[in-house]
């Protein structure tokens, strides 16, 4: 009867400290569910004459941006539960057997009492020699007595032990199926809002007004990725550049390409169609849809966002005020503070609004500077 009101209160703590635990680790998870939830509220809100070709497009990438953040959470979640899933069932192997072990020795003890019969200590102490036998014998009598003692305990509290893991694993396990069919739901209405983002897409590059307002857009988010960049610098600047990344300045000729193909719109000043000036702060590669994008170099992720003339994108830290920006993604792979090595694969290439092809924008900045990152590869 001890042993199971023992067994309830273990039940009654490890629920109360289990949810705790859950709420910690899923923070993430349920910011990144709020979000996507909030973002898909706002599009069905929309009037049809709020959704504006481009409107509507720009709304859909921000609802896949966020769904793959979310996705890749999950995903990151489930590897997590499956390695403690199976880590657990591994010391419940070995805790099993050490239970099995104890309780043999347990019963071979109580075997033995029993056959010599619950006699007392005094019995002992008068049948000695001497007095100093019989304080021996005493002693000796109190140390298998307490030996017993802690052999029962140590038993009791493998038991009980036991009886919280299991109760974690099947906690575990439930979370892990819950997860599991989130993960495919989430999968199911992505491909939906990829299929509608492809057919406005392809509508939006046969209107030349929707191509205008696309690049108007693309000119409007080079401010904010000014400022986003200088916020990165001033909270380097004010870590003293601490970080153990190298840099880049060794690495001018020899960053791999971020992405194989060929540059579709270089560096620098440039005119578009309608003969607009405009700067190009890093270089357009043309690719295939899907095709990996890697690290150019070692650093670690910083950033990752998204911007309507931008789409997804991905800001690296390579130390020493040196940074790469990687843009126009179908998925990302990646989450801040990650760190990478040269040549991971942390994004897909995606559709560009842009140009009849998929291309991925790729930039290099050192401190406020921005380099021809084609200066810098291979």
């Known amino acids: 009867m001890k042993t199971t009101f023992r067994i309830i209160i273990i039940i009654s703590i490890l629920s109360a400290l289990s949810i705790a635990q859950n709420q910690s680790n899923s923070g993430d998870l349920e910011d990144a569910r709020d979000a996507l939830e909030s973002k898909r509220k706002d599009y069905q809100q929309l009037s049809d004459n709020e959704k504006a070709q481009i409107s509507r497009l720009h709304d859909l990438e921000e609802q896949l941006a966020l769904s793959g953040q979310l996705l890749l959470k999950i995903k990151r979640e489930i590897i997590r539960l499956n390695n403690g899933i199976a880590q657990k069932e591994s010391d419940l192997v070995i805790s099993r057997e050490t239970l099995v072990h104890k309780k043999e020795v347990l019963g071979r003890r109580m075997n033995y009492i029993y056959r010599i019969g619950n006699q007392p200590e005094w019995i002992s102490f008068i049948n000695a020699a001497n007095p100093t036998e019989a304080v021996a014998s005493l002693r000796n009598m109190r140390l298998i007595l307490d030996f017993d003692k802690k052999l029962i305990r140590s038993y009791n509290d493998l038991s009980d032990n036991i009886a919280e893991n299991i109760i974690k694993l099947q906690r575990d ?90 540059i579709a719109r270089r560096f620098g000043t440039i005119k578009d169609d309608r003969g607009i000036k405009l700067t190009n702060p890093g270089i357009d590669i043309r690719t295939s849809l899907g095709k990996q994008v890697k690290a150019a170099s070692r650093g670690q992720v910083i950033y990752v966002s998204w911007l309507r003339g931008y789409g997804q994108f991905i800001i690296i830290n390579h130390g020493l005020g040196y940074f790469t920006l990687y843009s126009n993604l179908s998925e990302i792979y990646v989450e801040n503070g990650d760190n990478v090595i040269t040549g991971e694969a942390i994004a897909a290439a995606g559709e560009s609004q842009y140009f009849d092809y998929p291309t991925v924008h790729f930039e290099l900045r050192h401190q406020r500077e921005q380099y021809n990152p084609a200066d810098w590869l291979r």
Request: proline letters at 3%.
């Open 173 to 262: 396990n439930n979370i892990l199926n819950n997860l599991s069919g989130d993960y495919q739901d989430e999968v199911e209405t992505r491909e939906l809002a990829l299929a509608a983002r492809k057919r406005l897409l392809q509508k939006a590059r046969k209107s030349k007004a929707e191509i205008e307002k696309a690049m108007d857009e693309l000119l409007a988010d080079f401010p904010k990725i000014e400022n986003i960049f200088e916020e990165l610098q001033g909270l380097d600047e004010n870590a003293g550049q601490s970080s153990e990344l190298p840099g880049l300045g060794d690495k001018k000729g020899n960053l791999i390409w971020p992405v194989t193909g060929s």
